[in-house]
Every structure is written in C-alpha cells, then in structure tokens.
C-alpha cells in the first residue's frame, strides 16, 4: 500500500513549457485534489476529482488542467509554465468528499521551479 | 473565499511546557474542521477530522476543541517535546471546496 505517490519531486522548466505531475492513489479513494503552496499564502486548492470522470475548479484553476479518467490516477498539466507558477504542489486524497474520520492523505509534494 | 486564519503565525516553546494554538473560520455554511501536523520536508498528516460544535478529540497529548457557531477551534499540546516541533495546519470545507490556514509553526526548545 504506498498511499498517495507524486512525481516528480524536482522539476525546473523554461517559461512556456509544458509538462505533467502525476499522481497515483492506490487507496481507492474517490476523491483526489491538487494544491500548491506558496510562502506565506497556506495551501490553496488548483482543481479537484469526486470520482472517475469529474473534475472541478478549486480556488487557483489558471493555468493548469487535470483530468480523472481513472479512480487511481490524478494528473495536473501545465499548459504553458510560466514563473508564477513555480511553487511546491501537493496531491491528495481521501475516502470521501466528508472524509469522515480521516482527513486527507497527501503525496509527497513536487517543487516545480520555473525560469 | 472563506478565509481560515491561524494564530500565532509562530510559537517558541520549551520542552515540556503545554501550548495552544487559534484556528478561527467563517461559521456559515460550515461541514467539517481539520487539523494537520507538517514536519519540515515531509507531507502534511491529518491529526483530526471535527465536524459538530461541541467536538472534542485527542491523540496522545494532542487535542483539539470545535465551536462551529464562532467559528473557532483551538489546538493543545500538553508536555511539549521536541518531536512536537512542526507547523500544525488548519482546514475548513464547505462541501467539495477546502481552505487552509497557513498555519502556526511550533518550535519545542530542549
């Protein structure tokens, strides 16, 4: 069981670029979510996934996309890097959009530096 | 937005000493409260999930209080220790959307 797995841990892309942050849940969660965290602004959530095929804008959706054609897989495109995006993005999980008892599992975090 | 505010933003204390920390939320539309412990270079990890006014959890030394008609929530720690050293981060959800606070970083001095 390895719980919610991200990569990559380091990115560094020019400004323009594109690329893709995978994550990987082997929880069956139903619900995954992708957040970033900047200094001094806390966790903000980018996009999130109720189940297999929904997907939704959370509170910084710009510049970025994300897909859930599976329960287990989560990814966030970068359409075109630009250096505002260089932060440090969480994946997450949980049972369900309640929670219940659990909260969220988080992944292991990826720092995307972009120049 | 339905901004989570912390405080103090940071805390020094020594071992041994109990402490406490201030999550405060919008109370309208309110579902669920989470507190999470995040070590430096690790991921955060869910200590509580609360979700009625009233609640009251504890793990070890650690517990947690919600008033949801404030729109508060207060953190303990008793008898510090050094591991105890993390920022300790707080969630608010309102169905699908959550909003966290930037938490409050304790510092335990051996």
Known sequence: ?115 | ILNVEQSPQSLHVQEGDSTNFTCSFPSSNFYALHWYRWETAKSPEALFVMTLNGDEKKKGRISATLNTKEGYSYLYIKGSQPEDSATYLCARNSGNQFYFGTGTSLTVIP
């Open chain 1, 1 to 115: 069981n390895a719980g919610v797995t991200q990569t990559p841990k380091f990115q560094v892309l020019k400004t323009g670029q594109s690329m893709t942050l995978q994550c990987a849940q082997d929880m069956n969660h139903e619900y995954m979510s992708w957040y970033r965290q900047d200094p001094g602004m806390g966790l903000r959530l980018i996009h999130y996934s109720v189940g297999a095929g929904i997907t939704d804008q959370g509170e910084v959706p710009n510049g970025y996309n994300v897909s859930r054609s599976t329960t287990e897989d989560f990814p966030l495109r970068l359409l075109s890097a630009a250096p505002s995006q260089t932060s440090v993005y969480f994946c997450a999980s949980s049972y369900s959009t309640g929670m219940g008892e659990i909260g969220y599992t988080f992944g292991s975090g990826t720092r995307l530096t972009v120049v």
